[in-house]
């Protein structure tokens, strides 16, 4: 039978671990199971009350919640590594549900559930149960796949180790970026019946600070791909009975002042959370119309590549269309066209679709201001123009991020905004097998897939695990009965792509260039 770890990591936690691990004991799973607590430098009796109901205890002196998980699942045995916090309780069946679902689905590489925070004071209850589960809502619809829980996590060991494991650069969140990691190895999985429960102390007791350093957390990770913060403060219960009341016995007499403020303080977190969320997110048209997916249930797929031309790789890429008969969507960097002009001009000789991708791929482009954005826009269009003959009616933004300001330049320029719904991250070091097999696993109707022959304005970046991947995705995704077209043709539209007469620098960026054009919905 599949063999399970149970790794938990707990500092000064005596008075809440035994009910974790009287529940990890009471497991209604039939084969083997190993649970690890790792103490991490506590000063109570943690480790003894482990050691007390026959645990295995590990001593990581290291003070840091993501040092404590490595520690753990580096000396963990089992087929899969699962994790929760010492302050949790998982249900009886918690462990023979994980299993279940990596059997039922071989795809699967890392299964979930819910967290059911308990005992709420009025500041938790309102983020637990008003705000939280809006936020959970739309991180479910994510199709790259949902962002796992560290108190309710479990991934296969193999399939880890080959992911790189947990990233010491990561406290706060670190199951958020490992969940991202791992899904170009296979399906990530939250099951929204499979809930365990954990103590409310942190939304209790730091509201208005654990709000704000996720939040942040969370949009620096989207935007730069690292952590804004290092960890977050430590919450232990306190002893106080006054702590202690629960929304179901408070009197609710505290006075309106105090009700203004908590209500002021959640709606502003509510905006900056959702604010971040549509910034971040390639699927929102709160900003203006964007398109990520097309609405279709015919079995095409749009192949996209950014951050071209880039020399040898973006021919390859050529290459591999040209001999399988596709058409694809490019969006270039004006630099990177200038660098490589006849490589720019075989993509629009070859009759694929050209698209934006600014001049300079600057980190923050959306968050820059207007003029910025315009002067980078037309720069990008104006080499893009002069070396294929065509004027782009497509914009990718670097990231996918996009701000309300800078919607509104591309609607003033009538430029169409392109994002993805399916993204191996073929920027990470990842292998062509790897990203080949998270590309079909993803792959649905009106999909568009993001993949890139560059890497920003870096010179000869090297690409060859997305060419090597081309092939297979092609192949794979045919044989399941998908159809390659260009963006123009997924949305339904075909723009005229003009070959214009040379103008001069005034002329070539008046916003009359390209004409205007609709397109459906």
Same mark, same amino acid.
């Given at each position: 039978?599949?063999?399970?770890?149970?790794?938990?990591?707990?500092?000064?936690?005596?008075?809440?671990?035994?009910?974790?691990?009287?529940?990890?004991?009471?497991?209604?799973?039939?084969?083997?199971?190993?649970?690890?607590?790792?103490?991490?430098?506590?000063?109570? /009796?943690?480790?003894?009350?482990?050691?007390?109901?026959?645990?295995?205890?590990?001593?990581?002196?290291?003070?840091?919640?993501?040092?404590?998980?490595? /520690?753990?699942?580096?000396?963990?045995?089992?087929?899969?590594?699962?994790?929760?916090?010492?302050?949790?309780?998982?249900?009886?069946?918690?462990?023979?549900?994980?299993?279940?679902?990596?059997?039922?689905?071989?795809?699967?590489?890392?299964?979930?559930?819910?967290?059911?925070?308990?005992?709420?004071?009025?500041?938790?209850?309102?983020?637990?149960?008003?705000?939280?589960?809006?936020?959970?809502?739309?991180?479910?619809?994510? #199709?790259?796949?949902?962002?796992?829980?560290?108190?309710?996590?479990?991934?296969?060991?193999?399939?880890?180790?080959?992911?790189?494991?947990?990233?010491?650069?990561?406290?706060?969140?670190?199951?958020?970026?490992?969940?991202? /990691?791992?899904?170009?190895?296979?399906?990530?999985?939250?099951?929204?019946?499979?809930?365990?429960?954990?103590?409310?102390?942190?939304?209790?007791?730091?509201?208005?600070?654990?709000?704000?350093?996720?939040?942040?957390?969370?949009?620096?990770?989207?935007?730069?791909?690292?952590?804004?913060?290092?960890?977050?403060?430590?919450?232990?219960?306190?002893?106080?009975?006054?702590?202690?009341?629960?929304?179901?016995?408070?009197?609710?007499?505290?006075?309106?002042?105090?009700?203004?403020?908590?209500?002021?303080?959640?709606?502003?977190?509510?905006?900056?959370?959702?604010?971040?969320?549509?910034?971040?997110? #390639?699927?929102?048209?709160?900003?203006?119309?964007?398109?990520?997916?097309?609405?279709?249930?015919?079995?095409?797929?749009?192949?996209?590549?950014?951050?071209?031309?880039?020399? #040898?790789?973006?021919?390859?890429?050529?290459?591999?269309?040209?001999?399988?008969?596709?058409?694809?969507?490019?969006?270039?960097?004006?630099?990177?066209?200038?660098?490589?002009?006849?490589?720019?001009?075989?993509?629009?000789?070859?009759?694929?679709?050209?698209?934006?991708?600014?001049?300079?791929?600057?980190?923050?482009?959306?968050?820059?201001?207007?003029?910025?954005?315009?002067?980078?826009?037309?720069?990008?269009?104006?080499?893009?123009?002069?070396?294929?003959?065509?004027?782009?009616?497509?914009? /990718?933004?670097?990231?996918?991020?996009?701000?309300?300001?800078?919607?509104?330049?591309?609607?003033?320029?009538?430029?169409?905004?392109?994002?993805?719904?399916?993204?191996?991250?073929?920027?990470?070091?990842?292998?062509?097998?790897?990203?080949?097999?998270?590309?079909?696993?993803?792959?649905?109707?009106?999909?568009?897939?993001?993949?890139?022959?560059?890497?920003?304005?870096?010179?000869?970046?090297?690409?060859?695990?997305?060419?090597?991947?081309?092939?297979?995705?092609?192949?794979?995704?045919?044989?399941?009965?998908?159809?390659?077209?260009?963006?123009?043709?997924?949305?339904?539209?075909?723009?005229?792509?003009?070959?214009?007469?040379?103008?001069?620098?005034?002329?070539?960026?008046?916003?009359?260039?390209?004409?205007?054009?609709?397109?459906?919905?």
């Amino acid at each position: 039978m599949t063999s399970v770890s149970i790794v938990v990591p707990a500092r000064n936690e005596e008075d809440l671990l035994p009910s974790c691990l009287e529940a990890l004991l009471a497991q209604d799973y039939d084969g083997p199971i190993q649970i690890i607590l790792v103490d991490n430098g506590s000063t109570d /009796r943690t480790a003894e009350r482990a050691a007390a109901l026959g645990v295995t205890v590990v001593n990581e002196s290291r003070h840091g919640y993501v040092i404590a998980l490595a /520690r753990g699942f580096s000396i963990a045995t089992g087929d899969i590594v699962a994790t929760t916090d010492a302050d949790t309780v998982p249900p009886r069946n918690w462990i023979s549900t994980l299993v279940r679902e990596y059997e039922k689905r071989p795809d699967v590489v890392a299964v979930g559930g819910e967290i059911f925070f308990r005992e709420p004071n009025w500041k938790g209850w309102l983020f637990t149960r008003c705000v939280l589960p809006h936020l959970n809502r739309w991180d479910r619809k994510n #199709p790259a796949g949902p962002h796992l829980w560290g108190a309710n996590f479990s991934v296969g060991r193999d399939v880890l180790k080959h992911a790189g494991g947990w990233s010491p650069h990561f406290n706060l969140q670190c199951d958020t970026e490992l969940s991202e /990691r791992l899904r170009p190895f296979g399906r990530v999985v939250l099951l929204d019946h499979l809930a365990v429960s954990t103590s409310c102390r942190r939304w209790n007791q730091s509201f208005v600070r654990s709000v704000f350093l996720y939040a942040s957390n969370f949009v620096w990770l989207q935007i730069a791909g690292r952590p804004l913060w290092r960890g977050f403060p430590e919450i232990r219960e306190v002893v106080a009975a006054e702590s202690k009341v629960s929304l179901g016995t408070l009197p609710w007499s505290f006075s309106l002042k105090s009700a203004r403020t908590v209500t002021a303080v959640a709606l502003f977190s509510s905006l900056i959370l959702l604010g971040g969320y549509d910034t971040l997110t #390639p699927w929102s048209n709160a900003f203006g119309k964007t398109y990520w997916e097309g609405a279709t249930k015919e079995r095409v797929v749009a192949l996209t590549f950014d951050d071209g031309p880039n020399g #040898p790789f973006t021919d390859a890429v050529l290459d591999i269309l040209h001999r399988e008969g596709v058409k694809a969507t490019f969006f270039l960097i004006g630099k990177n066209a200038r660098l490589y002009p006849d490589v720019a001009a075989r993509i629009a000789r070859e009759g694929h679709v050209i698209g934006n991708h600014t001049d300079s791929h600057p980190a923050g482009f959306a968050l820059a201001t207007a003029r910025f954005q315009r002067a980078e826009i037309d720069r990008a269009e104006e080499s893009i123009h002069a070396v294929t003959g065509v004027y782009p009616h497509l914009f /990718r933004p670097p990231q996918g991020i996009r701000s309300p300001w800078m919607m509104q330049v591309l609607a003033k320029d009538s430029l169409v905004t392109v994002t993805w719904d399916d993204a191996p991250g073929d920027w990470v070091p990842y292998s062509s097998r790897q990203l080949a097999a998270s590309t079909i696993a993803h792959a649905h109707p009106g999909a568009i897939i993001l993949l890139h022959d560059g890497l920003n304005l870096a010179r000869h970046p090297d690409r060859s695990a997305t060419v090597e991947a081309l092939p297979t995705i092609i192949d794979r995704l045919r044989e399941e009965g998908y159809r390659f077209v260009t963006v123009p043709e997924l949305l339904r539209y075909e723009p005229t792509l003009a070959r214009w007469p040379a103008l001069t620098p005034a002329a070539a960026v008046a916003p009359a260039r390209r004409g205007t054009f609709q397109l459906p919905g």
